[in-house]
């Protein structure tokens, strides 16, 4: 049973424009959420991460909000550009981080110029 | 970029051959994880590690092996490959609790014939 759920394979969007990726979870015990970017023949690389106590967590172009009620994030992404065409990966964790990481299946963004 | 490297970066086997990957890391973490990432199926945890010859298993942890003699290293032993084995592996690190930020390595391409 798939307990991270990143439902649309791929996003493609134009350089300046908003990119907004999705994650569903179904375990109401998470409380810790992160993204991942990766590149192709890299490791994953962390990008940004929210605790359950929050609804919004900002780093720059990057923000991501959850919704608890809907047990659901989004990776918003102002402006976007081509640097950011990438796997995106949606991971979460529970007891404050305490457990293991579960990730969702990656969603391919292209950032076309 | 966090320290970690992995050995080899690239390999191809036979099935039924002993495979070992290594996982070096120069940040001194407590955690290390190995994951295998799939089309399809994300990132998937075989095994973890919490220190120095305490290692436990993640959701596919069948047909492999794990060890950790040092704080730096860790080895992923696929005892007699098999095709389904063919993946991308990545290591990851974490300095604290096994939901805190992790870092990947560059990953380590494994073909088995």
């Known amino acids: 049973d798939q307990q991270v759920k990143q439902n649309s394979p791929s996003l493609s969007v134009q350089e300046g424009r908003i990119s907004i990726l999705n994650c569903d979870y179904t375990?109401?015990?998470?409380?810790?959420f992160l993204w991942y970017k990766k590149y192709p023949a890299e490791g994953p690389t962390f990008l940004i991460s929210i605790s359950s106590i929050k609804d919004k967590n900002e780093d720059g172009r990057f923000t991501v909000f959850l919704n608890k009620s809907a047990k659901h994030l989004s990776l918003h992404i102002v402006p976007s550009q081509p640097g950011d065409s990438a796997v995106y990966f949606c991971a979460a964790s529970s007891q404050g981080g305490s457990e293991k990481l579960v990730f969702g299946k990656g969603m391919k963004l292209t950032v076309n110029p | 970029d966090a320290g970690i490297t992995q050995s080899p970066r690239h390999k191809v086997t036979e099935t039924g051959t002993p495979v070992t990957l290594r996982c070096h890391q120069t940040e001194n973490h407590r955690y290390m994880y190995w994951y295998r990432q799939d089309p399809g199926h994300g990132l998937r945890l075989i095994h973890y590690?919490?220190?120095?010859?305490?290692?436990d298993k993640g959701e596919v942890s069948d047909g492999y092996s794990v060890s950790r003699s040092k704080t730096e290293d860790f080895l992923l032993t696929l005892e007699s490959a098999t095709s389904s084995q063919t993946s991308v592996y990545f290591c990851?690190?974490?300095?604290?609790?096994?939901?805190?930020?992790?870092?990947f390595g560059p990953g380590t391409r494994l073909t088995v014939l």
């Open positions: 375990n109401s015990m998470f409380d810790y």
């Open positions: 590690s919490y220190g120095v010859k305490d290692t």
């Open positions: 990851a690190i974490s300095r604290g609790l096994m939901g805190d930020t992790q870092y």
